[in-house]
């Protein structure tokens, strides 16, 4: 963008029709039209957006919604089992059928095969997205996790569970490369952060509802009270897989397999009123032209040279790798064990444990979806560096009030009030937590990656995912075994690297388009690039009347 290599103020003036005209004027100059002064990320999208006025309420929209709903839909299968296995693993007539306890060796290897097979998967699953489209690799995964689930919910063996578990996670590593890309890819810019973000909550849309059946399950006396559960993890996947077929494909894939023709069709329906001559469309197609590589290099799945070979895109791998990484490890895995969180805070009665495990569902999705409403105007940067301090606050209340109920019992002394001290900080910390890291999980690796490399770097994304997911589940079960509490220390201190490494190495990408983003990632210092703005006048109609460059 011409506007971002100045090094001296500039003004440009906008007409009232759509064209741009731009006249440079010195700094001491006093702009040629008096209005509100905005600050902006980026003027030309700022301008495009607002002559756009996208109706929310059309039909188009309301279609639009129905699509990101079905991206939504495959984050539900994957939160399903997050919430699912936690509770069904404290069921008593699961651990007789399989002779395992809620935490120890046996539970690991249930826990971990999941993501195991997630890992497997997740480099089929871009060679999946890139190949067949997103919509029909949605189905694709759907079709697997089915199977998956015939497997696991007529188990009669512990090898039966564990295959069962392995083939669900090379279904939701389809879904999981797949859904976010779509998600992204078909939002007009300025929903872009909701759209992906609503995307994420997918988890709790899928793990509050596992936690409600689950609860009145356990009231079963038979094996049904836990197969029940197992054979409802399908009901999202058969949502997806009917709904394909009534949604369109992304037009970023379209036109990155030389279907331009559609492509601009997309563009001009959902994102600029019907409008061929939309600002904002041929904004974005011009820059999805000059975006999309046509090397060829997006083609081979095991070329990687991309993220390596240029500054850029070793820029955006590390974005993508960080969000990965800390979205895993920031104590979150602790929710897999729940149950046993809660008994070690004194909670014996599993329909006790169970009803805290939705109560804390519910917070964390409030907390994640009022987050989402933000997503558009709250800079990523800023919420990640806070967050996960604050992250790391609530994780330390809750292991020293964890420790002196400990000392307590040990002395047969318990004052309850750290135990419900504990539990607040623990729900406090999942609130925050959902707040900070739900909504941008599907966001920040989506917006770094550019459209050729995006399928190839969310399944990067996803075997890394998964690799945390397997310490956190293999090892998890065994460390609150064996040193019980004093395994949330770990985290506290994590969490604080964490937010010190967000404020030196996020670039911040709210604001502006996909493609408009590579002009940040080009630059010598991408973070500091970032945080660049513009500043423009507006009309009292709240159009941009003109622009002004530092």
Known sequence: MSSHGSDHITSEKYDTSPEIVSAAVPASHTPKVQGKEKVVHNAELFAAIQEANINPRSKESLHLYFSIFIAFCCACANGYDGSLMTSIIAMPH??????????????????????????????????????????????????????????????????????????????????????????????????????????NCGWFGGAIPAAIVTFGCNYMDNDYSWRVPLILQSFACLIVMI???????????????????????????????????????????????????????????????????????????????????????????LGYFNTTIFENLGVTSVPQQLGYNILNQVLSAIGALTAVSLSDRMPRRKVLVIGTFVCAVALAANSGLTAVLDQQSQR????????????????????????TYTPLQGAIPTEALETTTRAKGLALSGFIVNGIGFINLFAGPI????????????????????????????????????????????????????????????????????????
Request: aromatic letters at 14%.
């Open 412 to 435: 047969g002394e318990i004052d309850l009030s750290y135990g419900q001290g504990a539990l607040a900080s623990y729900f406090l910390f999942n609130i925050i937590f959902s707040f």
């Open 479 to 550: 460390a609150l075994k064996n040193i019980g509490y004093r395994y949330i220390f770990v985290f506290v201190a994590w969490d604080v690297i964490e937010s010190i490494l967000w404020y030196f190495f996020c670039v911040e990408s709210q604001g502006r388009t996909i493609e408009q983003l590579e002009w940040v990632y080009n630059q010598p210092n991408p973070v500091k690039a970032s945080l660049k703005v513009d500043k423009v006048i507006l009309t009292d109609e709240g159009k941009v009347a003109e622009k002004i460059v530092a």
């Open 94 to 199: 699961f651990k007789s059928t399989f002779g395992v306890e809620s935490v120890g060796p046996g539970a690991a290897v249930i826990f971990s095969l999941y993501v195991v097979g997630a890992m497997v998967g997740s480099p089929f699953a871009a060679v999946l997205s890139d190949k067949l489209g997103r919509r029909k690799s949605m189905f694709v995964g759907g079709v697997v996790i089915n199977i998956g689930m015939i497997i696991i919910s007529t188990s009669s063996h512990l090898a039966q569970i564990v295959v069962g578990r392995f083939v669900l996670g090379l279904g939701i590593s389809v879904m999981t490369v797949t859904a976010p890309a779509y998600a992204l890819e078909i939002s007009p810019p300025h929903w872009r952060g909701r759209c992906t973000g609503f995307y």
């Open 243 to 333: 709904s394909v077929f009534f949604i369109p494909e992304s037009p970023r894939f379209l036109m990155a397999n030389g279907q331009d023709a559609e492509a601009l069709a997309f563009l001009i329906k959902y994102h600029g009123n019907g409008d061929p001559n939309s600002r904002l469309v041929r904004l974005e197609i011009e820059e999805m032209r000059e975006g999309i590589k046509q090397d060829g290099i997006d083609k081979v799945w095991w070329d990687y040279r991309p993220f390596l070979v240029s500054h850029s895109g070793r820029w955006r791998i590390a974005q993508v790798l960080m969000i990965s990484i800390f979205g895993q490890f920031s104590g979150n895995g």
